[in-house]
Every structure is written in C-alpha cells, then in structure tokens.
Nanobody, 134 residues
Framework: QVQLVESGGGSVRPGGSLRLSCSASAVTFADYAMGWFRQAPGKEHEAVSCIDSSGSTRYLDSVKGRFTISVANSRNTLRDNARNTVYLDMIQMRPEDTALYYC????????????????????WGQGTQVAVSS
C-alpha cells in the first residue's frame, strides 16, 4: 500500500498563502492519482484538487485560480516506480478555506478520485490543519 507523509499547513491571515506537501512511497502501477481533500468542522468532506498520471487535474470551484496542484519534478507528472511529492499551493486564502486537509493516493484516475471511486489500495495521509483568520 502507498504510504503518504504530509507537511505544511498552519495559520494565515485572509489573503495569505500556504503550501501543503504530500510525499508518497513508490507506486508500482503507472495509472494512479494523488489529491487533496478537506473537512471543515460541521461540514462534509470535500475534494479540493487532484492530479493523475496522465496529467489531468481538477479543482473545487471555490479554489480555482487560487490553489494549484503540482508534482515535484520537471515534467509535473506522476511517475511509477518512484517516490512522488505533490504540492498544493494556496494563495488568496479565505476564512472558508479553514479545514483539516488530507492527501490521498489511489490507483484510479483523477476523475474517478473526484467521484469518490477507490480501490482497496488507496491511502490517506494523517491530515494537516489549515486555519485562515484575522
């Protein structure tokens, strides 16, 4: 099973920026996706962004233009048989971005991950808290 280690998060003022990182252990299949989800107190768990090995990405409407998902290599693509680190760069942050953010990885496409479709081999990070307040 893929192992995920998250870092980043913290507290910022509205309009500020943060970067979340998620490092995944090596995967053995070419087709997989990594993504970020969040859950705010009293709210549903929601998908924020994902990227897959084909390069496809998706973003929650409310974060489009403010959040960017990327992969830590020159091609910005997920690679098999390699450790991959995925970043979520967040700018122009809003109080409504406050939540516990989770990294996820699974042997699915980004679209499948977005729809909540997973495999028994999917993995989740431990979560990192993001707080936006003045």
């Amino acid at each position: 099973q893929v192992q995920l280690v998250e870092s980043g998060g913290g507290s910022v003022r509205p309009g500020g920026s943060l970067r979340l990182s998620c490092s995944a252990s090596a995967v053995t299949f070419a087709d997989y996706a990594m993504g970020w989800f969040r859950q705010a107190p009293g709210k549903e768990h929601e998908a924020v962004s994902c990227i897959d090995s084909s390069g496809s990405t998706r973003y929650l409407d409310s974060v489009k233009g403010r959040f960017t998902i990327s992969v830590a290599n020159s091609r910005n693509t997920l690679r098999d048989n390699a450790r991959n680190t995925v970043y979520l760069d967040m700018i122009q942050m809003r109080p409504e971005d406050t939540a516990l953010y989770y990294c996820a990885a699974d042997y699915v496409s980004c679209d499948q991950m977005w729809r909540g479709e997973g495999t028994p081999f999917g993995a989740w990070g431990q979560g990192t808290q993001v707080a936006v307040s003045s």
